[in-house]
């Protein structure tokens, strides 16, 4: 059973917005950090953005910052990511996953669970 389950990819124009969402399965995931990672063609995956398990607390990659807002929602099993102002160099698979601890990391590493992944493509 997959732990984490992505939804909300698809096609963006270029400036447009997309929200993915993170559900949880089989475990609520509520005192996790959560993150989203993606990994675009021909690359190696990379951090977007992070939330500390209360979501009180936010971190960001650079290329993203400004643009991406990660928030999770009351109950703190469900993580999104709002994209708006999109870019052709957002093309990517983004991935949810959590981390067994209350702080987010930037780290790939750090993360012990993981979605499928979901699809945003965003044309010129």
């Known amino acids: 059973q997959v732990p984490l389950v992505e939804s909300g990819g698809g096609l963006a124009q270029a400036g447009g917005s997309l929200r993915l969402s993170c559900a949880a399965s089989?475990?609520?995931?509520?005192?996790?950090?959560r993150g989203w990672l993606r990994q675009a063609p021909g690359k190696e995956r990379e951090f977007v953005a992070g939330?500390?398990?209360?979501?009180?607390?936010?971190v960001y990659a650079d290329s993203v910052k400004g643009r991406f807002t990660i928030s999770r929602d009351n109950a703190k099993t469900t993580v999104y990511l709002q994209m708006n102002s999109l870019k052709p160099e957002d093309t990517a698979v983004y991935y949810c996953?959590?981390?067994?601890?209350?702080?987010?990391?930037?780290?790939?590493?750090?993360?012990?669970?993981w979605g499928q992944g979901t699809q945003v493509t965003v044309s010129s």
């Open positions: 996953a959590a981390r067994s601890t209350i702080h987010y990391s930037t780290r790939l590493m750090d993360y012990d669970y």
């Open positions: 089989g475990r609520t995931f509520s005192t996790y950090a």
């Open positions: 939330v500390n398990w209360s979501g009180s607390s936010t």
